[in-house]
């Protein structure tokens, strides 16, 4: 199974920042190793954020985005205590969900 | 004569002038000064948590093949405590009648404990693209548990001595095709090498950005790597040959450089270019 996410949720004002931090190779499938074999691709393609039980967030994500990622985004109408599910499918599809509870 | 006066008067004054000046640590740079907030955006999120974890993981519940966990290593401050003990080293471990390194008390407790095989370990010491050993976690979460803390590498031993000595000799040896020593780069102040300012890394208020940083997660390539993967490629830059893994010249160049740096505050696992 994939490594886990770290996920960090706090309140700002009046709206959650959330940060997540991704484990991933994100391999392109353009490169080369030293024996000059293609690199097959791995990368994450599809990603949902829900908060509270409400889904916020349900995005695609391709080969420009680099090895071990992390994305930030701002929620309005969360409160503390909610709690953050972050999902993502890779194109093997291996699969990792990890959760967090937002602070206030 | 009156004029002469002045003009002597003059110069001494100026000789002041260039003494005081040359006392002051240089300025930074516009450059470095971009270089640092770049930095402290990205720390913000540092994928070396990622590998963190993994570490944590690895001291908390990986056992040896007799049951035995790290819980029974000693870094210096006691069986298990990891607290702290990262800014605590190098230091003299009676156990192994040696000065050792927090990496080499790492692959020496995972050698010991878990089982691990030092000649596997030697054969793949540092991290690329596709592999990260596990000491390599290990010890990166062993330094996040020193975030935030002073630096205090001890020199009381005869041997902590010793090897603070032989460091400093080793900084200042010249050698190589080049005729280079660490201090050909690091023993003035106001170097560079192309944009990058280079610290001078006899001054304590310096030699802290040697160890700040590391270990550190390169973003070229999206690798972590340890202070000993640092000191290879010094070595390399040196075109000097290159050390063996965790041998006491290397232990010997961090404990003289740690010392060196003692009172000032480490911030944890870094992130590079």
């Not at chain 2, 062993?142 to 630096?151: F, N």
Request: aromatic letters at 8%; a positive charge; hydrophobic letters at 35%.
């Amino acid at each position: 199974m994939a490594d886990p996410m770290k996920i960090r949720a706090q309140m700002k004002g009046d709206s959650a920042e959330i940060r997540v931090l991704m484990n991933h190779p994100m391999e392109t499938g353009q490169r080369k190793d030293n024996a000059g074999n293609t690199v097959p691709a791995h990368y994450i393609q599809a990603i949902t954020v829900d908060v509270g039980g409400k889904r916020v967030i349900q995005g695609q994500a391709a080969t420009s985005i680099s090895r071990n990622p992390v994305f930030g985004f701002r929620v309005k109408g969360a409160k503390a205590g909610d709690k953050v599910v972050i999902h993502w499918v890779d194109n093997k599809g291996e699969s990792r969900t990890d959760e967090a509870t937002i602070s206030g | 004569m009156k004029h002469r006066l002045s003009m002597l008067m003059a110069a001494t004054v100026m000789a002041a002038a260039c003494a005081a000046y040359a006392q002051q640590p240089p300025a930074k740079s516009a450059i470095t000064e971009e270089f640092e907030k770049f930095r402290e955006v990205l720390e913000e999120d540092n994928p070396a948590e990622l590998f963190e974890a993994k570490g944590e993981d690895i001291w908390k519940h990986a056992k040896g093949p007799d049951g035995a966990t790290m819980a029974q290593c000693d870094l210096g401050l006691g069986a298990g405590v990891v607290k702290g003990a990262y800014v605590r080293m190098p230091r003299y471990f009676a156990d192994v009648d040696q000065v050792m390194d927090a990496e080499r008390r790492v692959v020496h407790c995972m050698v010991k404990y878990l089982g691990y095989k030092e000649a596997d370990i030697r054969k793949q010491p540092f991290s690329n693209d596709r592999v990260t050993p596990d000491h390599v976690s290990v010890v990166t979460w062993v330094a996040g548990q020193s975030r935030d803390m002073k630096i205090a590498a001890p020199r009381k031993h005869p041997k902590e001595i010793e090897a603070y000595n032989i460091g400093k000799e080793i900084f200042a040896y010249r050698a190589g095709a080049y005729d280079f020593s660490c201090a050909t780069c690091h023993g003035a102040d106001g170097k560079r090498i192309r944009t990058q300012d280079l610290p001078n890394l006899r001054r304590p208020e310096e030699a802290i950005r040697a160890y700040q940083g590391w270990p550190g997660y390169r973003m070229t390539g999206g690798f972590m790597l340890t202070q000993q993967w640092r000191m290879n490629d010094c070595f390399r830059q040196q075109r000097f040959p290159e050390p063996t893994y965790l041998s006491d010249s290397i232990t010997a160049l961090l404990t003289y450089m740690t010392v060196t740096a003692n009172g000032q505050v480490y911030k944890g696992p870094g992130i590079k270019r």
